[in-house]
């Protein structure tokens, strides 16, 4: 199946919440993670969720471009090809977008969204990512009502951020202390600027303490059920049960009953990076190390290509990244339920 369309990436976010499961969402650098995210997919007949950063969009475009929307839609045209080829449904994010990016990236991927569907045709991505967590809580949510009023044009679903999620992504870093956790408190307030889905299809990431990267886990303590109360609240409130779509940042490291919990909570989403990242490059790693005198033109020799032509080491990382994604898929839930089987 190829991209999913408007309509399939909302009803997997509906087949998640209502089946108590969650995506992963993982990040690419570009062709070569992509394949890997979508094979792992794929050996593990899970649809999920490809996402780009702040960090990646510009570098896809190369270094001398440095054009976020061009890198951004250059590796969305590559996804809708390839993954039509993989048997599962695949959505298209774009992750961590904050204050300084927004008119050089997200706001030109939602014109050009709006521009497309004039056109009879669809995004090139699902949802985009708002990272409003450095500004305070009423900027955060006027911005993030502006862009709601986008997404709903462009045919597209908005995640946001309500509170700080620590650690580091992409140039966006915040402290690990008392402040990594959302209140009852907060989550009113985004029902006030943006209802329940009435105004338009939102994710939110609310703060339960977790972290992005790489951490020393004494220093993290993970409260899911802190999503459990919030989403009681609001439901009361509303009369609906879970009515918040919720997804997990900073989800690499952590243990699988937080998952799971998170996952009982609503999260329909969990974003990982950080341990596919490290999955990928310890294959290469690996080969490089065990091949030194091969993959260097050493002592008089000229060494082996066979063994420094990129598509060697690559294929052997994109099948180690792709196993990782496979076990992501088992600890979200997600395995064995692709829409395509």
């Known amino acids: 199946m190829p991209i999913a369309t408007p309509e399939q990436y909302r009803e997997m976010l509906d087949r998640a919440k209502a ?12 062709s070569q993670t992509l394949n890997a995210a979508l094979q792992g997919f794929a050996e593990a007949e899970s649809d999920g969720i490809v996402q780009v950063s702040v960090g990646t969009a510009q570098y896809l475009s190369g270094g001398r471009v440095k054009d976020r929307f061009l890198g951004s839609a250059a590796l969305a045209d590559y996804a809708h090809r390839v993954a ?41 991505y ?29 045919d597209t679903v908005l995640e946001i951020e309500v509170g700080i999620i620590g650690g580091e992504e992409d140039g966006v870093s915040h402290e690990i202390n008392e402040k990594l956790y959302s209140s009852v408190d ?28 790489v951490y020393n886990p004494s ?26 779509d919720l997804v997990f940042h900073g989800g690499s490291g952590s243990s699988a009953a937080d998952i799971a919990a998170a996952v009982g909570h609503g ?7 950080t341990d596919t990242q490290y999955a990928f490059t310890r294959s290469i790693a690996g080969h490089m190390f065990s091949r030194y005198d091969h ?13 420094y032509d990129p598509r060697s080491w690559g294929a052997t990382a994109e099948t180690a990244m792709a196993a990782r994604v496979v076990e992501a898929t088992q600890q979200l839930g997600s395995a064995g339920r692709s829409m395509g089987r």
């Open 19 to 30: 089946g108590g499961f969650a995506y992963p969402a993982i990040n690419v650098t570009g």
């Open 84 to 124: 039509a080829g993989y048997g599962i449904t695949v959505g298209l994010h774009t992750d961590h977008c904050p204050t300084g990016s927004l008119g050089d990236w997200v706001e030109p991927l939602l014109q050009d969204s709006i521009e497309r569907r004039g056109r009879g045709l669809g995004p090139l």
């Open 126 to 154: 699902n949802s985009h990512m708002w990272d409003g967590s450095a500004v305070g809580m009423t900027e955060n949510l006027d911005t993030a009502r502006r862009l709601l009023d986008l997404s709903v044009r462009a």
């Open 186 to 213: 907060d989550a009113r307030a985004v029902v006030e600027a943006l209802g329940t889905g009435e105004r338009g299809r939102y994710l939110v990431a609310f703060a339960f303490g977790n972290v992005h990267g």
């Open 219 to 244: 220093s993290v303590h993970l409260r899911p059920e802190i999503l459990g109360e919030i989403q009681r609240d609001i439901g009361a409130r509303t009369g609906t049960e879970k009515p918040f």
């Open 267 to 273: 999260v329909v989403k969990m974003n990982i990076d």
């Open 295 to 307: 993959v260097l033109k050493i002592d008089g020799h000229y060494g082996n290509k066979k063994s």
